[in-house]
């Protein structure tokens, strides 16, 4: 199965079977998958958060560059993204 | 946030941490009714004699509570959860609630007509259990003839859009079948495969002779599994559970007791594993009786096994204790009577004898199916019937 490419055009989705929800006992995001929980740190819940199959990854970045005052984030989100995509937790629609 | 009562206890073990996290796994064992009767069961053998079940009120307050405390993760299991008719609404609530809801089944009572509603009251995942590659195995090793069942719920999964989770209990009758049942794995369509090697629990502790495979079983298993997993790649996930008998050091049961997981087993009994009701000295407490937060960071039991104050050596003073909490207490209990010394799985034990003795006698020769002569003893099958015959009144 070959590997979706991750670019500024992509639109990624939490994969079929990941639930990501906000935890207050945990005071953080978590990404929760078949007997497992995967506990977020903050930039890659605001990340993930926003992934919701419909937003490139153009307007993710945007909106997070936003949100906190910042600039210059996109290798940093396309990394994380990468990484996901990797770990199987979001999934590039085709 | 609520109060914690355990910070205001008095005369606390110096080495327990202040405030252990949250029970983020909980299982409901809804039942131990169960249409199957395997003898790796890792259920008491004394079930037959377990109060009554939990109401649907109860099995939803306990939920409720436990959801508040933080748990996430929930599994539904038994028994056979199916037995119970009210599963659907209990799955409602835990989805309404936030849980991500798992079901831990034999596949023996999901129809379209539930599966649909389970589909609609929000449930996460499935795992259908299976016995062996062969319906004559499977099915003998259940004692049940259940296999083509099996067989149709798994298509009714993927028929669904869940992904297909099938676990298959392993020991010296099947191991030797890695091959098939990888095979049947992939005809089914199955996503992810556990192979799991049998724990010693329960019906499985009763039955552990004719069950522990022999070394060379366990090694060629896991060869097959290699070479079947570079084989298939990413289209199917294998999971291979090392039994722990042939490993130098024990499993972090649990992530140690009291640590992340909390059963509540059929009567309400709150548990720190599900295996943990043989303990002898503590007092469980049940859901009728109590919240599941006093349960949980108040209650003498639940507090027992935490930190390492309650530790013999070699555990005490080993470097590893903060790795793998002196393994499984259970495992402990049952083989060198008391559920505070060291898991004889490790090395360092002095009872490790009593695991290498067992696998020693695992050396014989390996049969396909256990001859019932005079010589062998019999399988005991996970039953009622055998429950009340193991312990009468």
């Known amino acids: 199965m070959s590997q979706a490419v991750v670019d500024a055009m992509s639109r990624p989705a939490v994969a079929r079977g990941f639930r990501l929800q906000w935890e207050a006992a945990q005071n953080a995001h978590v990404l929760l998958y078949p007997e497992g929980m995967i506990k977020l740190n903050t930039s890659a819940g605001e990340i993930l958060k926003r992934c919701d199959g419909a937003t490139t990854i153009a307007d993710i970045t945007s909106d997070l560059e936003r949100a906190f005052a910042t600039s210059d984030l996109s290798a940093d989100v396309i990394r994380f993204v990468t990484f996901a995509v990797e770990k199987k937790w979001l999934q590039i629609p085709s | 946030m609520a109060a914690n009562p355990v910070v205001n206890a008095p005369a606390k073990p110096v ?102 509603a389970l589909k609609e009251a929000g449930l996460d995942h499935i795992q259908l259990s299976f016995q062996d590659s062969t319906q004559q195995m499977n099915d003998f090793l259940s004692s049940t003839r259940t296999f083509d069942l099996k067989s149709t719920v798994a298509a009714l999964i993927k028929q669904y859009d869940y992904p297909m989770v099938l676990n298959v209990v392993l020991h010296r009758l099947n191991i030797d079948h890695v091959e098939e049942i990888l095979e049947m794995a992939l005809r089914l369509g199955a996503d992810y495969v556990e192979l799991a090697n049998t724990q010693y629990y329960g019906w499985a502790w009763h039955n552990r002779e004719q069950l522990l495979p022999s070394r060379a079983q366990v090694e060629r298993a896991e060869q097959t599994m290699k070479r079947f997993r570079e084989r298939v790649g990413s289209r199917m996930q294998i999971y291979f ?37 043989m303990l002898p000295g503590l007092k469980f407490p049940n859901v009728r009786d109590a919240g599941i937060e006093d349960i949980w960071y108040g209650s003498a039991s639940f507090n027992h096994f935490r930190g390492d104050a309650w530790m013999k050596e070699p555990c005490r003073s080993c470097p590893e204790k903060t790795r793998d909490f002196g393994g499984c207490r259970c495992q402990a209990y049952l083989m060198t009577g008391d559920a505070a010394n060291a898991d004889p799985v490790c090395d360092l034990s002095p009872y490790h004898h009593l695991v290498t003795e067992a696998v020693a006698r695992a050396e014989r020769p390996a049969v396909e199916v256990p001859r019932l002569g005079p010589e062998e003893k019999p399988l005991v099958f996970r039953s009622a019937r055998n429950s009340s015959r193991l312990f009468p009144k």
């Not at chain 2, 959801?67 to 609530?93: C, H």
């Not at chain 2, 809801?101 to 596949?107: H, K, V």
């Not at chain 2, 008998?245 to 009567?267: H, Q, V």
């Open chain 2, 15 to 116: 080495n327990t941490p202040a405030k252990p996290g949250p029970p983020l796994w909980l299982l409901l064992e809804l039942t131990y009714r169960c249409p199957l009767h395997c003898v790796f069961c890792y259920n008491p053998t004394d079930f037959a004699s377990t109060a009554a079940e939990l109401g649907t009120d109860d099995w939803l307050r306990v939920l409720r509570q436990a959801r508040a405390l933080g748990a996430v993760q929930l599994g539904l299991s038994g028994g056979e959860p199916l037995t119970r008719d009210d599963l659907e609404p209990i799955v409602a609530e835990a989805h309404r609630l936030g849980f991500y809801t798992n079901l831990i089944t034999s596949g023996v009572g999901l129809n379209d007509a539930r599966l649909h």
């Open chain 2, 241 to 277: 559970v090392v039994p722990d008998y042939f490993e130098r050091r024990p499993k972090p049961c649990m992530n140690g007791l009291g640590s992340i997981f909390l059963t509540i087993a059929p009567d309400g009994t709150a548990l720190p594993c599900h295996a943990a009701r």
